[in-house]
């Protein structure tokens, strides 16, 4: 018997056109779960889409800041026993040169869209009982580095909620836990991009990994074990993967 058995089990996966949500869609989709993943580049997103196992699966383009395009995913979405919240961005700024614009942009995509979508699909009552829910942090919301003030606020600020929607939602045995992962090998951090972490800052921030930097997949296997019942007596915690 799989212990972390999907069978039967629909799951949203949100950012499932790279990184960690692209690795995570095809290790759920390998132990049965029938997935609704969702990115913005629609290229990559069907190529996920194509390397899914099994059956039943969708997909939908949209950028999750448009509050139009979040409403149209909620109203396409069916009735769902898990969400991956993996939709997120990062981006060094020094404190002194942070605007307004900033803030909003940083939040946007990694607060205000994860916990705007997770209260419309519980309104819309898409969210069935016992389901499991999961968002992305980093374990910078602990260890600070230069330029990442927004990003860890805007993941810290993510933390926080997931505690007090776990409170919420005990009694339909709905769970909320964080990932707070340290550094991982995706597009995000190292595609050579002015958006992202500066080579100084990531030369510091790499002596402190004694079990070296994380692959999707290590990740993918930390989202299997919450969206299964594997974790079913977890709730409202962070877990804390590849940091010192
Ligand atoms: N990589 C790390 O070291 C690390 C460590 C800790 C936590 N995390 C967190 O893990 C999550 C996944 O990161 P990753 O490394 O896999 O990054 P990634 O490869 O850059 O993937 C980010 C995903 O988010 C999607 N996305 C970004 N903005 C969006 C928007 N406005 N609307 C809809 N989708 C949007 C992207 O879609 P498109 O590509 O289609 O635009 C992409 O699918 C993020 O929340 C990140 O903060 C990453």
Redesign the pocket.
């Known amino acids: 018997m799989d212990d972390f058995s999907l069978q039967g089990k629909t799951i949203l996966i949100?950012?499932?056109?790279?990184?960690?949500?692209h690795e995570a869609a095809k290790r759920l989709s390998r132990h049965g779960a029938a997935l609704f993943i969702?990115?913005?580049?629609e290229t990559?997103?069907q190529e996920t889409f194509s390397q899914l196992d099994g059956t039943g699966h969708r997909m939908m383009v949209?950028?999750?800041?448009d509050e139009n395009a979040l409403n149209e995913l909620v109203k396409a979405l069916p009735e769902l026993h898990g969400i991956v919240h993996?939709?997120?961005?990062?981006g060094p700024l020094p404190v002194k040169h942070i605007s307004r614009d900033d803030i909003h942009r940083m939040f946007g995509?990694?607060f205000m869209?994860p916990v705007d979508l997770t209260g419309k699909i519980i309104r819309k009552k898409k969210l069935l009982d016992r389901a499991s829910i999961l968002f992305?942090?980093?374990?910078a919301t602990r260890n600070p580095y230069f330029g990442g003030a927004l990003y860890s606020a805007s993941?810290a600020a993510l933390e926080a909620y997931s505690k007090t929607l776990a409170l919420e939602m005990v009694n339909r045995q709905i769970r909320s836990n964080c990932l707070m992962?340290?550094?991982?090998d995706?597009?995000?951090?190292v595609s050579p991009s002015e958006d992202n972490m500066q080579a100084e800052a990531m030369e510091r921030y790499l002596k402190r990994y004694p079990l070296g930097i994380g692959e999707?997949a290590d990740v993918a296997g930390a989202i299997l074990f919450f969206m299964s019942d594997a974790s079913k007596w977890i709730s409202g915690t962070t877990l804390i993967m590849g940091g010192e």
Not at 86 to 90: E, L, Q
Not at 136 to 139: A, D, V, W, Y
Not at 181 to 184: E, I, M, P, R
């Open positions: 949100t950012g499932a056109s790279s990184g960690i949500g969702t990115g913005r580049d990559r997103l949209a950028d999750l800041t993996c939709a997120g961005i990062v995509i990694n869209v992305m942090s980093t374990i993941k992962a340290g550094l991982v995706t597009p995000m951090i999707p």
